[in-house]
């Protein structure tokens, strides 16, 4: 099979930093420009620019697009105000997990949702064949370039006043007209800087050129990780609910959205697996699709820069979720122990 | 910090990346530069037991970077002496020198004509350069 890979508008300038390329949801993305454990440091002690353009952005729009969207997503629309963000998911009937996103309230029925890369075309699908009247459903994805600067100085480097973590305004950055948004994925302070698509390479230049380290995806991964934000395709998916994977908080069960009456019963009745975090307790790096020595599979996993242990999230059965309890990794053949650990796997010390 | 590109030519080349100094009837293998660079910084070594034996073209243990695990593959065969603990303890060693202190282990060499199936270092940089 041939497919033509699709490139973000910044693509030459990855590859003018010598950037790694590999193939990501459809996109030639960057997975490392100098390594994976340096970049990861820059965002854990200074700062790390991550292009990710190849993100969906999807508008929402109309009289009754808020209530549309309390229909659709997880979390409670209605708490939002103009500026506000909220991470939410939205689910299928069965409470699977079709997509996790972060919906952004622009204005009185104004909204735009930021979606997984490789969700763009089952999120937006979803939406559309649901749209009601008086509601506009839009991708808008191929307008806009988007770019994450995260970590302890970034918005010093940036020169950006502090913000509240999930609120939103648009600014200016070295003359750019950016969206300014307080959210990301690295368990850092940090932005998210939204542009019109012809002027991503010149918003890009701007950060580097403001000394922000650049970042691929291999570090996207590895600090995601270690601050146990889960990633769709591995740890949750149209076939993994919300409870079982510890996203509650993200689901308010007392409104009513597509899964919401599953979702009761999951939590009523108390999942049978849930997906935990846990640390290596010997030199071992656990892998996405690894077995558990009485049930239970790795769903994603790495080496933490920061501990420099082999770290991950799995699905284990309910009575194996408690902190500290011990799991037998099968790792290629060999059985490996590990520790079930409290959220995050790696947490600051402040 | 990640050594420059090199293939000494006092080494022997496997195509599948790794390397071997032969010293009388022992040997040191690694893995190159090459292959080193394409896995990325190395976390983990899972190294074999001295005494036990190592096969030519077979896996005689793993390397794993964050992203990959790596097959370690024998350019010869032979009997292992010594597993690089340095390398076991701080994995990197091999990203930072892979033919001197990243070396992963010693052997003593079972059938050392198989020495002549192996490529010189001009041989091997242009397997890399087909790579």
Sequence with gaps: MEATLLRTPIYERHVALGARMVPFAGYEMPVQYEGVIPEHKAVRTDAGAFDVSHMGEIHVDGPTAQEFLQAMLSNDVDRLADGEAQYTLLTNEAGGIIDDLIVYRLGHGQFYLVVNASNRTAVYGWLKEREPRGCEVRDASDEYGLVAVQGPRALARLGLPEAPAFTHAMSELDGIEVMVARTGYTGEDGVELCCAEDDSVALWDAIVERGVTPCGLGARDTLRLEVCYPLHGNDITPKTDAISAGLGWACALDTSFTGADMLRRIKDEGPTRRLVPFVMEERAVPRQGMTIEGGGEVTSGTHSPMLDQGIGLAYVPAASATPETQLGIDVRGKPRRARVVKKPIYRKER | ?131
């Design chain 2, 1 to 131: 910090m990640p050594a420059a590109e090199s293939y000494p030519d006092d080494l022997r080349y496997h195509p599948e990346h790794d390397w071997a100094r032969v010293d009388g009837d022992e040997a040191t293998l690694g893995i190159t530069w090459f292959a080193q660079d394409s896995l990325g910084e190395l976390v983990h070594y899972e190294a074999p037991e001295a005494g036990s034996t190592v096969t030519k073209d077979s896996s005689y243990g793993e390397v794993e970077s964050v992203k990959a695990v790596s097959d370690i593959v024998a350019p010869l065969s032979g009997e292992v002496l010594e597993a690089n603990a340095k390398v076991v303890g701080a994995p990197e060693t091999v990203n930072d020198d892979p033919y001197g202190e990243g070396w992963l282990i010693r052997i003593r060499m079972s059938d050392s004509s198989e020495l002549d199936a192996l490529m010189d270092a001009d041989a091997y940089r242009t397997h890399v350069a087909e790579s």
